[in-house]
């Protein structure tokens, strides 16, 4: 018997959807899990286990602080979960941890493997990285967990801890200088990591007007259109201050290139720009995507795959709603691998594409999903051939016999052209 813990009950719930279908569903104490022949899935809920300062709550004063000594403890509100999967594991022989592939995923999942169990060292606990909620993806990772990520384990904690221990010494003290202004006072002062410095930003552009002054010469000179035929091809010419219509060409250059065209793949931050909509209401549309096995895990810095032929499958699945010019291929995606596992960038799954087209995505989630649909055809895009006629010429002018270098740029199978 073993058991799976997900980070969130939507997400257990999907696991045991798709890996185990004859999963039975069991609540205790407002817990809910599932249950199929040899299998547990069960959710933490995200952190049930938080780093917290001992003695911090009984300073006095400023010079008591800071206060260093980390402990742990189960949030009170996540006692009846702890208790719950601390028992659950105890009646299994294997324990899978299958929370988000990212660093919050990864401290949820070792707190509660090492304070439910004797195992502390995280390359022996069992991790299940998948970057979507599908079949393929959540059975091999299960079948075939890899040790879990210790580097991206370390990167949690330190942040972890290191928000308890400046986060919480300063809210500290801030509340003693204030209750000592305002003894009035009964709430604490909060000092964090994301909130001070986005309000001494604020502070500092507060009233801070910088004006721009754009100087704009006029220029005063005759120009005229004439056309020139060269390899059968009319081209419009702007000349300067001509006096007659005598043009001689003096040297022709034509070259041909191919030049990428094809965009990258979007990660978190491209998505959260693009959609022009609060950082917070994008997360929350692409972690239902996400949830319901629409879309890769949201909360990524990468712009690849892992798998090509993931992308590839991707590709055929479009294919058979949107009429893609046959150059367009996921071998043109530009890409951008690294050694350390990662989740893959973010892409709306086959079944994503299928519920998409099908119109059963809709409103604000269509929203999101149509803008990284756009950037998954784009990112197919094949390069770019282009030509360019350079061009010497001489002609009469008012002020005598003039040169010019002028040049033509054609393109071939332009992008925004191929999928307008």
Do not use: C
């Amino acid at each position: 018997m073993r058991i799976i813990i997900a980070e969130k009950e939507e997400a257990a719930r999907r696991i045991a959807q798709l890996v185990f279908p004859d999963f039975r569903e069991f609540e205790e104490s407002d817990v809910t899990y599932f249950v199929s022949s040899n299998n547990i899935v069960v959710s933490a809920r995200g952190h049930i286990i938080t780093p917290t300062i001992r003695g911090l709550r009984l300073a006095t004063s400023l010079e008591e602080l800071p206060k260093t000594e980390i402990t742990w403890r189960v949030e009170k509100s996540e006692r009846n979960r702890y208790n719950v999967i601390r028992k659950l594991v105890r009646e299994v022989e294997d324990v899978i941890v299958a929370t988000d592939w990212d660093r919050e995923g990864e401290v949820i999942g070792y707190n509660i493997v090492r304070f439910t169990t004797r195992i502390r060292d995280p390359s022996k606990i069992k991790r299940a990285y998948f970057s979507s909620l599908t079949l393929s993806e959540v059975k091999k990772a299960i079948e075939e967990p890899a040790p879990m990520n210790e580097a991206l384990l370390a990167q949690g904690l330190a942040r972890n801890i290191a928000d308890t221990i400046i986060g919480l010494n300063l809210t500290k003290a801030l509340t003693l200088i204030f209750k000592q202004k305002y003894p009035q006072l009964t709430q604490a002062v909060t000092l964090g990591r994301v909130q001070s410095p986005l309000l001494a930003y604020i502070k500092k552009k507060t009233g801070v007007y910088v004006e721009v002054e754009n100087n704009i010469s006029n220029l005063n000179y005759e120009e005229r259109k004439v056309y020139i035929d060269l390899e059968g091809k009319q081209y419009e010419l702007k000349i300067q201050d001509p006096i007659s219509d005598y043009i001689e060409i003096i040297e022709v250059n034509v070259v041909e290139s191919l030049e990428p065209q094809a965009e990258k793949l979007y990660n978190t931050d491209d998505v959260m720009k693009t959609s022009k909509i609060s950082p917070e209401t994008t997360m929350n549309i692409m972690e239902s995507l996400y949830l319901k096995g629409y879309l890769t895990y949201p909360r990524t810095t990468s712009r690849y795959v892992r798998n090509p032929e993931f992308l590839a499958e991707i590709e055929r699945e479009i294919r058979k709603y949107y009429k893609l010019p046959f150059s367009f291929s996921y071998l043109n995606t530009p890409v951008e691998p690294i050694e350390e596992a990662h989740p893959d960038a973010i892409l709306l799954t086959p079944e994503g594409i299928r519920a998409y087209f099908n119109g059963l995505i809709k409103g604000r989630e269509r929203f999101i999903a149509t803008i990284i649909l756009t950037r998954i055809i784009r990112s197919f895009a094949p390069p770019l051939k282009k030509k360019i006629i350079y061009l010497k010429i001489r002609y009469d002018s008012i002020n005598g016999l003039r040169e010019e270098q002028v040049a033509w740029s054609e393109e071939y199978e332009n992008i925004n052209e191929a999928i307008s």
